[in-house]
């Protein structure tokens, strides 16, 4: 039976279905761009087209969420819809971890063919290692939060299960630095370029940009916190899905597919690689 009676699970789909949209158009004309336009595709695009896969599938569950009855108190729900939505949440939460660690993979490809230099090489080639290390401990872990994994959704029996609270924080504060990491790599390289100051001006604000997801990755912190620690998950969860995890997953895909060109000038370098970002 549907459950869809209140504002919080109308704003839940709202925020869900519009990110999601303004993700499919950006990355839509990314992937025409490099694909069918300029021949000039690499991994990264790859990567994050396997990261917007994850999104549609964890907006799916979110959906699937306030269909079960996500937004309201737990104790107004069957004991049917409740199991299906902490079932659901479930699949939701490592479908979310994989999508972010995609995107993240796909920006430092995105530098590994933009900045030349052993050093910059060498920072991205550690923090793709580092990036795809941990983000395949976090999918892993989600999923073997409890041994037994139901005990997760129906709470019967005997089971060994992670601290919650430290294993989603431990989660966001990883993902916070290295959303920082991310931004702060290209900057002194940018600062350096030989462009006409609007030019590089330009440049210069769509990597910045990238300090939106710094914040909303900072956002998240005070909702994850409630749900962590809550005994009404059907309630607050829905104070943690609607707007912080869909904008945060969703924000990193729209800024990473912007199809920009410039031309990038090596500091006090004669020569010019056309690059897109």
Request: with cysteine; net charge positive; hydrophobic share 45%.
């Amino acid at each position: 039976m549907a459950l869809w009676s209140g504002r919080k699970e109308t704003e839940q789909v709202v925020v869900v279905v519009v990110f999601l949209t303004l993700a499919l158009i950006i990355l839509s004309l990314r992937l025409y761009t490099r694909v069918i336009v300029t021949r000039n595709h690499g991994p990264e695009d790859w990567f994050i087209a396997a990261a917007f896969c994850f999104s549609i599938t964890q907006a799916t569950f979110v959906l699937l969420e306030v269909h079960y009855g996500q937004g309201q108190p737990q104790d107004t729900l069957s004991a049917e819809n409740l199991l299906n939505l902490l079932k659901t949440l479930y699949k939701a939460i490592p479908v979310y971890l994989a999508g972010l660690t995609f995107t993240k993979l796909s920006i430092l490809l995105q530098y590994m063919r933009l900045f030349q230099g052993k050093t910059v090489h060498r920072i991205i080639i550690g923090m793709l290692v580092f990036v795809a290390a941990y983000g395949t401990w976090s999918v892993a872990g989600s999923l073997l939060i409890c041994y037994p994994v139901h005990y997760f959704w129906d709470r019967k029996g005997t089971a060994r299960c992670m601290n919650h609270e430290a294993k989603w924080f431990s989660d966001a504060t990883v993902s916070i630095i290295t959303d920082l990491i991310l931004l702060c790599i290209p900057m002194p390289f940018l600062k350096g370029l030989n462009l006409p100051y609007r030019q590089k001006v330009g440049l210069i604000a769509v990597f910045a940009l990238g300090g939106l997801v710094c914040l909303v990755s900072i956002a998240r912190l005070g909702p994850l916190y409630i749900i962590a620690t809550t005994n009404d998950v059907s309630l607050h969860n829905a104070y943690e899905q609607s707007p912080y995890a869909p904008g945060h997953r969703d924000t990193c895909i729209t800024i990473n597919s912007q199809p920009q060109y410039a031309t990038v000038t090596q500091a006090g370098g004669a020569s010019a690689d056309k690059m897109m970002i």
